[in-house]
């Protein structure tokens, strides 16, 4: 099938390189994680309460028949068109709750734009995110998501927004199959979206946690993306702190300093800890699958047909 493919953001070794403390997305570097594998960007308050409120009801009203169950666990919408089993995305126009009213495709872009706006003229498409897919999951609160790669289908540049509830988001690392490793619990991961990580073992430790607020965007890329893996556990309630856990049921978060909410903030420098239980978390990841089925207006509309 006549496929087109764009350049990918490999070729670049990453969407965002940094080199040092000089970094050319100064406004993006402000919103940078510290301590975890490049890069992570977590930026407080993306959208305000009133369109968290209107998104929310749109996923709701959304037809019976868009959500998918995952086992007997959270429910996933697919927005933009699903990925053909090799990996294809097969297209169909992005719904306006996404796109027009509140614009948050265009407000991810312009963020990104104008963070490497200045030296990167021309370059901007490259280091656009350019979403072509979005995908909706809800969790109620005890339900998660196992250590995964998103694959090598998609650019690794990808956005979530968090609505409804916080979450906190757990990264993953590959143990060395080469290096010996000191003896520490395993765990394999679940079916791979990357064949060549099928079956390879993975820390059962994460490397970092983040708190994840409703209204927030969370952006990972470069090798964060491509050789890392991300989870959410399945919690009910979550403990966090910003130094030393003390027990098992706490995290200690790498993005503390970056939430923006005075309570927490409060708590953490009182106490030490923040404890909140989760509430119903719904969250949309924009990102763009690298390889479209042709035949765009005829296969859209075919989608459009399709969902009404
Ligand atoms: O809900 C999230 O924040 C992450 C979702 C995710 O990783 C996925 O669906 O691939
Ligand atoms: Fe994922």
Same mark, same amino acid.
């Given at each position: 099938m006549p496929i087109s493919t764009e350049p990918t953001?490999?070729?670049?070794?990453?969407?965002f390189q940094h080199s040092?403390?000089?970094?050319?997305?100064p406004a993006l570097e402000h919103f940078r994680v510290q301590n975890v594998p490049p890069a992570a960007y977590y930026v407080p308050d993306f959208i305000t309460e009133e369109e968290e409120a209107y998104l929310l009801r749109k996923v709701e009203e959304s037809?019976?028949?868009?959500w998918k169950r995952v086992g007997s666990g959270r429910r996933l919408q697919y927005w933009g068109g699903t990925m053909s089993k090799n990996g294809v995305l097969l297209p169909e126009p992005l719904p306006d709750f996404l796109t +027009?009213?509140? #614009?948050i495709i265009q407000r991810i872009e312009s963020f990104l734009g104008a963070a490497s706006s200045g030296k990167s003229e021309g370059k901007g498409k490259e280091r656009a995110?350019?979403?072509n897919q979005v995908l909706v999951n809800e969790y109620e609160p005890g339900q998660g998501i196992s250590p995964h790669e998103d694959g090598?289908?998609?650019?690794p540049l990808v956005a979530t927004l968090s609505l409804g509830s916080h979450t906190v988001l757990d990264i993953h690392h590959y143990l060395s199959t080469t290096a010996p490793s000191p003896p520490m619990v395993t765990s394999m991961p679940s079916p791979s979206d990357d064949p060549a990580n099928e079956g390879r073992p993975i820390a059962a430790i994460p490397l970092a946690h983040l708190l994840l607020l409703p209204r927030s965007l969370l952006i990972l890329s470069s090798s964060l993306y491509t050789s890392h893996l991300h989870a959410i556990a399945p919690r009910t309630k979550d403990i966090v702190r910003?130094?030393? +856990?003390?027990? #098992?049921d706490e995290v200690v978060i790498s993005n503390a300093d970056l939430l923006c909410d005075a309570f927490i903030a409060d708590r953490l420098r009182e106490n030490g800890s923040w404890e909140k239980e989760r509430g119903v978390r719904t969250s949309l990841t924009f990102r763009h699958a690298e390889k479209v089925l042709k035949g765009g207006a005829f296969s859209m509309a075919l989608g459009a047909l399709r969902r009404t």
């Open positions: 953001a490999h070729d670049d070794g990453g969407i040092g403390s000089s970094s050319a997305f037809p019976q028949p868009k +027009a009213f509140p #614009d995110l350019d979403a090598p289908a998609f650019r910003s130094k030393e +856990a003390n027990s #098992d």
